[in-house]
């Protein structure tokens, strides 16, 4: 059974930064490509960042990119992705997502590619 489970999210003013992680006890995660997407109220999942299984490869959303930072820890197969300067429009709830299989350094940013999906969690910025 595959377990993603997120945390990091809350309320920050704008301008202000949060780290999420996501955590993956159950699985090969050194095996797994990873990314991050959002859902705002009313709107489609969206694509923000994704990781190759190796950690070489990243890949970002125009609206995030140098903002945010994905990144991860096989040894400890937890997933993050550092958000800084955040604007009232980054606001979402926000989720991981594994891929089963991928070569070593290739990143996918389709939700359509991912097979497994944390709960999510909120992040707030205030204006």
């Known amino acids: 059974q595959v377990q993603l489970i997120e945390s990091g999210g809350g309320l920050v003013q704008a301008g202000g930064s949060l780290r999420l992680s996501c955590a993956d006890s159950?699985?090969?995660?050194?095996?797994?490509?990873m990314g991050w997407f959002r859902q705002a109220p009313g709107k489609e999942r969206e694509f923000v960042a994704a990781?190759?299984?190796?950690?070489?490869?990243?890949s970002y959303a125009n609206s995030v990119n140098s903002r945010f930072t994905i990144s991860r820890d096989n040894a400890r197969k937890t997933l993050y992705l550092q958000m800084n300067a955040l604007k009232p429009e980054d606001t979402a709830v926000y989720y991981c997502?594994?891929?089963?299989?991928?070569?070593?350094?290739?990143?996918?940013?389709?939700?359509?590619?991912?097979?497994?999906w944390g709960q999510g969690t909120q992040v707030t910025v205030s204006s």
């Open positions: 990781i190759s299984l190796s950690g070489g490869q990243a």
């Open positions: 159950l699985r090969a995660f050194s095996s797994s490509p």
């Open positions: 997502a594994a891929r089963l299989t991928g070569a070593y350094s290739a990143t996918f940013q389709s939700k359509d590619e991912y097979d497994y």
